[in-house]
């Protein structure tokens, strides 16, 4: 599975968007782009995925790059129940693993 | 949705002792279960695939005589730390590998805390 990149640490503003970036510049043609988040001491909750169009759903939307070597995470407004550590995972179509890189932790501030 | 439960949430034991942590998909059948170990402040870390029926696949560096898997049921996979050490404390997560249709996902426990003493 691809290798993905993503900044540490964000802060956002309580009611702004938060857009969480994510590289993975070595992405395969078949490999797609999940997000997940970790609230403190919870297990971590899917958000969304994809392939090659923008998704969205009722948590966020994904916007992936023509080249699909980058991705945005947004969280149109940010609560501060949405501080939590952001996972970008590229995962191939025959794979039921994950792995897990070091995400980001956002911070959201009233 | 589709829901996981991790048993105990947490657990304090002394060193030496076995402790056995429980991982039950409540609304769903799978046949893959994975369990991730997650450090302080680190990213969690897969330790093993949990196979209904077969043997678990385990990472490299992870001691299979040590975490012992178990998934006797198409809803519960359990992982027994044997002779816990002080090392072994960590944040166990258990995920259950959902397939329904085009749905094929990984849901996740709420996650075991264990502390050895």
């Known amino acids: 599975d691809a290798k993905t990149t993503q900044p540490p640490s964000m802060d956002c503003a309580e009611g702004r968007a938060a857009n969480l970036p994510c590289n993975h510049s070595t992405i395969s043609g078949n490999e797609y782009v999940y997000w997940y988040r970790q609230i403190h001491s919870q297990g971590p909750q899917y958000i969304i995925h994809?392939?090659?169009n923008n998704e969205t759903n009722e948590m966020a939307s994904l916007i992936i790059t023509e080249d699909r070597k980058s991705s945005t995470l947004i969280l149109p407004h940010a609560t501060l129940r949405d501080t939590a550590v952001y996972y970008c995972i590229v995962r191939g179509p025959g794979a039921n693993n994950l792995f897990f890189g070091t995400g980001t932790r956002l911070t959201v501030i009233p | 949705g589709a829901v996981v439960s991790q048993h105990p949430s947490r657990v304090i034991c002394k060193s030496g002792t076995s402790v056995k942590i429980e991982c039950r998909s409540l609304d769903f059948q799978a046949t893959t279960m994975f369990w991730y170990r997650q450090f302080p402040k680190k990213s969690l870390m897969l330790m093993a695939t949990?196979?209904?029926?077969?043997?678990?696949?385990?990472e490299q560096g992870v001691e299979k005589d040590k975490f012992l898997i178990n998934h006797a049921s198409l809803t519960l996979s359990t992982l027994t730390v044997t002779s816990a050490h002080p090392e072994d404390s960590s944040f166990y997560i258990c995920s259950a590998y959902m397939t329904s249709g085009s749905l094929n996902e990984q849901f996740f426990g709420p996650g075991t805390r264990l502390t050895v003493l």
């Open positions: 994809g392939l090659k």
């Open positions: 949990s196979n209904e029926g077969s043997k678990a696949t385990y």
